[in-house]
């Protein structure tokens, strides 16, 4: 798989990223390992994870999880420097950890050393704010969005102070890059224009929800994305498995995410399946696997863009793999862009 450069971090990854947060819920270790030595034969050596991890749902006791699976692999396997990591610390309100405290720089330390401990590493390359303490629009709350009331200069202090943390942690060799998650454009802009003015670490890359079905990212940040090379680390790219089509007329498949969760974190809307016929139509109509076709999309925005997959098996990991190898014509693309005129927001 090609490689490409991770911002501006000096960091060369694979031009997909896998995704691990269903390892410990929806799969087992064996399963979890059996995926990352797929991905490693493939050339995908960018993996995703964060400390709240495994997902649908979240519970206390498996907090942690999905990164000691991959510490487990570590600890066995050895080859921790071909890989190129990247994990998150959990944003406010999650009561399960920290007692639901903000992000601050005493919770990054502490989330950091607690990470390096279940990864089995002494390092992690990009270690990510998983969502900011003002909150945010994601996640389906643009629908009832309202701007957080904190002063500025407040949220201006908490980020010097996550910051200044980071600064020291990568000087000690414990991190080696940081990157946002859930962010706005103001959030990212005054992370990077703090880091300017006081020589501390620039922000390297943003983790948002992007699909055929979730286009927020097209607007001011693409631009922003473009022009101070921050890189979208797409999450979610196939609705979390809606665009393959193996929910349609309501069936929910043994095994699938929506047996947990079975609104699909929101996702499920009235509208959302007509949608979803738009685009498996297009890919049927070309002789394309509709997977595979989403992911391409994703994948060659105008900004840059790493789609981070995810599969319950390793059928569905080869072929989402294989996807970075397609190219979608530019017939396919006009009927994508009619879909999304015609379905703009469906969940």
């Known amino acids: 798989m090609k490689q490409i450069p991770l911002g501006s971090t000096g960091l060369m990854v694979s031009e997909f990223c896998l995704g691990t947060m269903t390892w410990g819920r929806q799969n087992s270790e064996r399963e979890g390992h059996d995926q990352i030595a797929m991905a490693l034969d493939h050339g995908v050596n960018f993996w995703d994870t964060a400390e709240m991890y495994p997902t649908n749902p979240v519970r206390k006791e498996t907090i942690g999880g999905t990164e000691k699976i991959i510490g487990n692999w570590f600890g066995r396997n050895g080859g921790r420097e071909k890989v190129v990591l990247a994990t998150k610390i959990v944003g406010e309100g999650t009561s399960y950890v920290r007692d639901g405290a903000p992000i601050t720089g005493a919770s990054l330390r502490d989330a950091v050393e607690a990470s390096l401990r279940r990864l089995q590493t002494d390092y992690i390359d990009l270690f990510q704010l998983h969502w900011p303490n003002r909150g945010s629009y994601h996640f389906r709350k643009i629908w009832n969005y309202t701007p957080p009331a904190t002063?500025?200069?407040e949220v201006f202090a908490d980020m010097t102070d996550v910051l200044q943390s980071a600064a020291k942690l990568i000087a000690e060799g414990k991190i080696r890059a940081i990157g946002l998650s859930n962010e706005s454009v103001w959030g990212a802009a005054n992370f990077i224009r703090l880091a300017q003015a006081l020589g501390l670490p620039r922000m390297a890359s943003v983790q948002n929800e992007y699909s055929l079905l979730c286009r927020q990212f097209d607007s001011d940040w693409a631009e922003f994305s473009v022009m101070e090379n921050m890189p979208l680390l797409a999450f979610s790219p196939l609705a979390a498995g809606l665009l393959s089509g193996k929910y349609a007329g309501g069936v929910v498949p043994d095994g699938t995410r929506r047996v947990n969760s079975p609104e699909l974190g929101g996702r499920v809307t009235p509208q959302v399946f007509e949608a979803i016929a738009a685009y498996l139509g297009i890919a049927a109509r070309h002789g394309l696997n509709?997977?595979?076709?989403?992911?391409?999309?994703?994948?060659?925005?105008?900004?840059p863009v790493?789609?981070?997959?995810?599969?319950?098996?390793?059928?569905?990991?080869?072929?989402?793999?294989?996807?970075?190898?397609?190219?979608?014509?530019?017939e396919v693309m006009a009927e994508i862009d009619e879909a999304h005129r015609a379905f703009p927001q469906p969940y």
């Open 290 to 303: 509709p997977n595979m076709m989403a992911l391409s999309f994703v994948r060659n925005r105008p900004f």
């Open 306 to 330: 790493i789609p981070i997959i995810g599969a319950s098996n390793l059928d569905q990991l080869r072929m989402n793999i294989d996807a970075a190898d397609l190219v979608l014509s530019d």
């Open 151 to 153: 002063p500025a200069a």
